[in-house]
């Protein structure tokens, strides 16, 4: 969702200093903790989330996007490590509906593959019937482990993803096109 269906100012760095998770992905990094750290670490971090959140703005060619893939009967998941408050909010903004939307509330989190398979199996999909859409490095990994092949990053930092096995381009257009809708 983030970085590939909206963009959302999030100042990650600031928020792993805050929280101290010391390298760790932040959503695996709250979990380990006992509470009342947990409860008081997570509360922080949905502060940070809902202040972007207010900020954020549509991708350009999104809509369109996933107009045209529904258009040819395909189906749709979104899967986020963001909170089902945000999802929530960020789909009624911008008017977006997706056949699937699994949130960190499930349970499930990238950069493991189990959301992503979690979503197949809801859809009645195969991993050789999807293609995984994202704009990080988890979303590789998460689409790798779910063993879907075809992965596309959106990222204008082609550098950044030398070595996987994604497919980069720098906007929805460029990838439209690419898939030819």
Same mark, same amino acid.
């Given at each position: /969702?983030?970085?590939? *269906? *909206? =963009?959302?100012?999030? =100042?990650?760095?600031?928020?792993?200093?805050?929280?101290?998770? #010391? #390298?760790?992905?932040?959503?695996?990094?709250?979990?380990?903790?006992?509470?009342?750290?947990?409860? /008081?670490?997570?509360?922080?971090?949905?502060?940070?989330?809902?202040?972007?959140?207010?900020?954020?703005?549509? !991708?350009?060619?999104?809509?369109?996007?996933?107009?045209?893939?529904?258009?040819? #009967? #395909?189906?749709?998941?979104?899967?986020?490590?963001?909170?089902?408050?945000?999802? &929530?909010?960020?789909?009624?903004?911008?008017?977006? +509906?997706?056949?699937?939307?699994?949130?960190?509330?499930?349970?499930?989190?990238?950069?493991?593959?189990?959301?992503?398979?979690?979503? !197949?199996?809801? !859809?009645?999909?195969?991993?050789?019937? +999807? +293609?995984?859409?994202? &704009?990080?490095?988890? &979303?590789?990994?998460?689409?790798?482990?779910?063993?879907?092949?075809?992965?596309?990053?959106?990222?204008? =930092?082609? &550098?950044?993803?030398?070595?996987?096995?994604?497919?980069?381009?720098?906007?929805?257009?460029?990838?439209?096109?690419?898939?030819? +809708?």
């Amino acid at each position: /969702m983030d970085g590939t *269906v *909206v =963009d959302v100012p999030y =100042d990650w760095k600031k928020i792993k200093q805050e929280l101290h998770t #010391g #390298g760790t992905p932040i959503l695996s990094y709250i979990e380990s903790l006992d509470e009342p750290e947990k409860s /008081m670490k997570r509360r922080r971090l949905e502060e940070f989330e809902r202040t972007a959140t207010l900020r954020a703005e549509i !991708m350009p060619g999104i809509p369109e996007f996933l107009s045209s893939l529904k258009n040819r #009967g #395909g189906k749709t998941a979104l899967v986020t490590n963001n909170s089902r408050k945000n999802v &929530d909010y960020l789909l009624h903004k911008f008017k977006l +509906c997706f056949d699937v939307v699994l949130s960190r509330e499930c349970g499930l989190w990238k950069p493991s593959g189990a959301p992503l398979i979690a979503a !197949m199996k809801k !859809m009645n999909l195969s991993p050789r019937e +999807c +293609c995984a859409v994202g &704009d990080s490095w988890f &979303d590789i990994k998460a689409a790798s482990e779910a063993e879907i092949s075809r992965i596309f990053i959106l990222n204008a =930092d082609r &550098d950044e993803f030398i070595g996987s096995e994604a497919e980069i381009f720098s906007s929805v257009a460029e990838l439209r096109k690419h898939l030819g +809708c």
